[in-house]
């Protein structure tokens, strides 16, 4: 049970940081959100194969943490190489090869 209220929890920080972050035209709507539930769920389950108590608040603080910082890096990084690859591809079709 306390698995699916992490991954819930990785999947509205996800949506913060979709709605929260410029550049959220660059990508799908659900993945970001779907970043964040992904990683709050393995973050989870790895920290409690490693032994940690799920009724312990650090397994909830890494987990939740580590979904918010990889939500806000997916973000920004596919923004980012999506702009740069819709300017190169925007220059290329728009190159005429005429000189003037």
């Keep these: ?3 699916m209220f992490v991954a819930l ?3 509205l920080l996800g949506l913060v940081a979709r709605y929260a972050l410029p550049r959220r035209l660059t990508h799908g709507s659900v993945l970001v959100p779907a970043v ?3 990683v709050a769920a393995l973050v989870w389950v790895v920290l ?3 032994g940690w108590a799920w ?4 397994i909830w603080w890494v987990s939740l943490i580590g979904a918010g910082a990889a939500a806000v890096l997916v973000d920004i990084l596919v ?3 999506r702009e740069t690859a819709d300017l190169a591809m925007l220059h290329s079709i728009t190159k005429t090869g005429r000189t003037a």
């Design 48 to 50: 409690t194969w490693l």
């Design 55 to 58: 009724d312990g608040g650090w």
């Design 79 to 81: 923004g980012k190489r």
């Design 1 to 3: 049970m306390e698995l």
């Design 36 to 38: 964040g539930t992904g």
């Design 9 to 11: 929890g990785g999947a």
